[in-house]
Each structure stands twice: as structure tokens, then as C-alpha cells.
């Protein structure tokens, strides 16, 4: 929905660019009563449609718009945005449902998040399986870490202090329960953080879990640092553990 919030026209020669003011025709208050409407995620949008004229008639005048101006809004009030309050109430504990549970540690959880997140948690708790019954989901393949960190990205869509190791582990957990969103941010840093040291291992794993781009851009970039790669004792590993591959 679009406001009319304001109109000025200023003449150069009588100006200075510093001097230059856009009054809108609203208060601050007014914003913050519609909030829902003016400021989704706390960010109010102006669109600002500018008019040039050098003096001359018509054929002087020239149509400028600068679209999607979007400016944070300063000393309003914090209003949390859905994601937010989805992950307080998961590092509260409140009205939590299930628990996944490693090795180590138990975390507790909301099956309804978990359902609308990935489709194979969604199976899990919709169909008569064992973690439906139990409400309880046992996983001996992935460590509290990656789990802990698997959870924060389901609420939150956030990846903190992301290294080679976590990324690696959290690419396998994604594969595993179908979170194709955070499959598609491991792979990204793997790809940018491509040495020769982690090269082969990455290799190695895009095949094992049939990710053709990942794997293309592995092997582009071996192609390009071959000399030094093929020398090293992590592809004389490759070649003896997997030969079709490496081949």
C-alpha cells in the first residue's frame, strides 16, 4: 500500500545543497501506531520520484525516479520480527514438543517448526514412526555441535562462526533431513573457501551426496591449482581410496 507522504520544489539558484529539506506530512507517532503497515521489519521504505528542469520548455525537462529508497528507522521502538520471536521461544523452552537427542546432549524442540522447515522431520511426525510415538528423535550421526547449530538455523536462518569442519558437518546434516537452504549456505562457503589442503575432501563428499555443482566447481578448481594439488599427499590418498574418482 502506498502513501503520498510529502511534496517540495526547490529552485537551485536560490538553494545550497545542504539546505535542501523533504518535510514529510506525517509524525514519527503516526508511523509507530501503523507500524504493521509502515515499517515491516522495522524498515520504512520511501519512494522518491524527482523532476528536473533546466529552464527551457518541455523538451528541457527531464523525469528522474529513484525507486526503493529504504532508510532504518532511528529512535523507534524495537519491534521483533517473526524469526526473532520464534527463537526466543525455542532458547526459552516454551511449549516445546519433541527433543532430538545425540550422543552428549538432548535438545528440546517444536515438531511444528521442525515440520514446516524439512520435509523428512515433517514425515517423522505425521506418519506413524517410531519418533512420533516416542517423541523423541535419536540421532547417533551428527554431534551436539552440528545439532545445536542445525536447530539455530531452523528458528533463526542464522550461520554463526561458520568454519570448514561445521560447515562440512551441517552440509551432511542438511543432505540428511532435506533443508535445501542450508545445504545451498554450506556449499557456498565450501566453494569459497576452496584450498588445496580441503579440496579433495570436498570432492569426495559432493560425490558422495550427488551435488553436481558443488562438484563442478571442485574440479574447477583443482584444474586450475593441478601442480600443486596432484603433488600433495592428500590426492595420493584420493587416488588410492577412490581412483575412478580422482581419475
Given amino acids: ?83 526473532e520471536e520464534l527463537t526466543q521461544l525455542y532458547e526459552e523452552g516454551t511449549l516445546c514438543d519433541t527433543k532430538l537427542k545425540t550422543a552428549t546432549e538432548t535438545f528440546n524442540a517444536h515438531k511444528s517448526i521442525l515440520s514446516a522447515r524439512t520435509s523428512v522431520f515433517k514425515a517423522m511426525f505425521t506418519t506413524n514412526m517410531q519418533e512420533k510415538a516416542n517423541e523423541c528423535v535419536i540421532i547417533e550421526d551428527l554431534d551436539s555441535d552440528t545439532i545445536r547449530r542445525m536447530l539455530k538455523f531452523l528458528y533463526s536462518d542464522n550461520l554463526d562462526d561458520l568454519d570448514w569442519q561445521c560447515a562440512k558437518n551441517l552440509y551432511f546434516a542438511a543432505d540428511k533431513y532435506n533443508m535445501i537452504g542450508l545445504k545451498h549456505r554450506c556449499s557456498a562457503f565450501m566453494k569459497s573457501n576452496l584450498q588445496p589442503p580441503n579440496c579433495c575432501k570436498i570432492l569426495v563428499l559432493a560425490d558422495k551426496h550427488q551435488d553436481s555443482d558443488l562438484k563442478k566447481s571442485v574440479q574447477e578448481y583443482i584444474a586450475k591449482f593441478r601442480e600443486e594439488i596432484f603433488r600433495s599427499d592428500h590426492w595420493k590418498i584420493l587416488e588410492k581410496s577412490n581412483p575412478e574418482l580422482s581419475l
Fill in 1 to 83: 500500500m502506498k502513501t503520498v507522504c510529502g511534496r517540495s520544489e526547490i529552485l537551485f539558484e536560490e538553494a545550497r545543497p545542504q539546505q535542501w529539506n523533504f518535510p514529510l506530512s506525517f509524525s514519527k507517532d503516526h508511523l509507530v501506531e501503523r507500524n504493521a503497515q509502515f515499517l515491516p521489519n522495522d524498515i520504512l521504505t520511501l519512494k522518491c520520484e524527482f523532476v528536473f528542469s533546466t529552464g527551457v520548455e518541455y523538451k528541457g525537462i527531464e523525469d528522474t525516479e529513484y525507486d526503493a529508497l529504504s532508510l532504518v528507522t532511528e529512535n523507534l521502538p524495537k519491534i521483533p520480527c517473526a524469526l
